[in-house]
């Protein structure tokens, strides 16, 4: 099956990109995947301020990888696995390319081993 190519300009995409790129929203992403969690809980975690955590977990959900659910007075945050899907896409499309590639050098050496043999 043809593979579509990634397309750099997948606003979406680049902002998964951007929001996973620091370690800390890793973390975050990994807490939140099991169970929905308030700021504070999530907040006790992290040698950082709770402010701090807030404008991460901004960052996640302006990408899409968080959702928030009002419950009273305090923000729940759960993950929100579809954007990573696009990811997880565009990135099958570069492991395919190498593995094409490192396919093609094994031939080559592969070649070259038997060319070697055969004229000694």
């Known amino acids: ?3 579509a190519k990634p397309n750099p300009d997948n606003k979406p ?3 998964v990109f951007q929001a ?3 370690p ?3 973390k975050l992403l990994e807490m939140l995947g099991d169970e929905e969690m308030p700021v504070t809980a999530i907040s006790s975690h ?3 301020t709770r402010t701090a955590v807030s404008k991460h977990l901004r960052i996640l959900t302006d990408a899409g990888l968080l959702t928030e659910r009002k419950v009273g007075r305090e923000t729940r945050y759960r993950l929100e696995p579809a954007p990573l899907q696009e990811l997880k896409r565009w990135l099958a499309y ?3 390319f190498w593995d094409n590639k490192m396919l093609a050098l094994q031939r080559y050496v592969e070649s070259s ?3 070697q043999t055969s004229s000694s």
Request: without cysteine.
């Open 1 to 3: 099956m043809e593979q």
């Open 13 to 15: 995409a680049m902002d």
């Open 20 to 22: 996973i790129a620091d």
């Open 24 to 26: 800390s929203r890793r």
């Open 46 to 48: 992290f040698s950082m």
């Open 94 to 96: 570069y492991d395919r």
């Open 113 to 115: 081993d038997d060319s």
